[in-house]
């Protein structure tokens, strides 16, 4: 005896199959992975997190100088007065000897406070752009080092000040910081928390 494929019941025989072993173990598989999702949503919220950082797209704010902890980051992005961005910063004055050892630089995130252009005064160590004031420049880093003020003048082309929210924050107020070149800052950013 042979068997026919296209005999009448062995149709209904191989939809019926496919219906109990493939189609409900997908539909229990996705349920599962649901009632999984809702079991350990923390997981995957971590690992999407994880994933934005491992692209660069979500960046953490660890020092005090700005009252944000969390930042996504717009690549490529000019900033303009006001807004807050990213820049690489070598500068030997930050004491944060791991982040040099992994990255060879350090990030940082601060204010847009002026542009190439705009006026930078300073009068009595009180330093202002365009005749608002930017800060108080401290004498002293945190670790007793001399700080001097940056100097007067106009904000050449392709340069930014950079301004933090903090009496204590290392910005454009100081020489030892200076002007922020606009081709080391990565982007702008924009606060998440």
Known sequence: MTLRWNKPGWHRFWHGLWDRLIMRGLVMQA???????????????????????????????????????????EYG??????????????????????VHALFGRERLLKHVAGQAGDTVTVVQRNVY?????????????????PLATIAPGVVPAGFLVAKGETVDSFDSRYAE?????????????????
């Open 31 to 73: 349920q599962a992975t649901v009632q999984d999702l809702r079991r350990h949503w923390r997981w995957a919220v971590l690992s999407v997190v994880l994933f934005a950082m491992a692209q660069h797209w979500l960046a953490f704010n660890v020092s005090n100088s700005l009252a944000v902890n969390m930042v996504w980051i």
């Open 77 to 98: 992005a000019t900033p303009k007065t006001g807004d807050m961005m990213v820049f690489d910063s070598n500068n030997p004055l930050l004491k944060h000897p791991w």
């Open 129 to 145: 752009v365009n005749g608002v004031l930017l800060g108080h420049a401290k004498e002293k880093t945190l670790h007793g080092e």
């Open 177 to 193: 910081m200076g002007f922020v070149p606009v081709n080391k800052v990565v982007g702008v950013a924009h606060p998440i928390w």
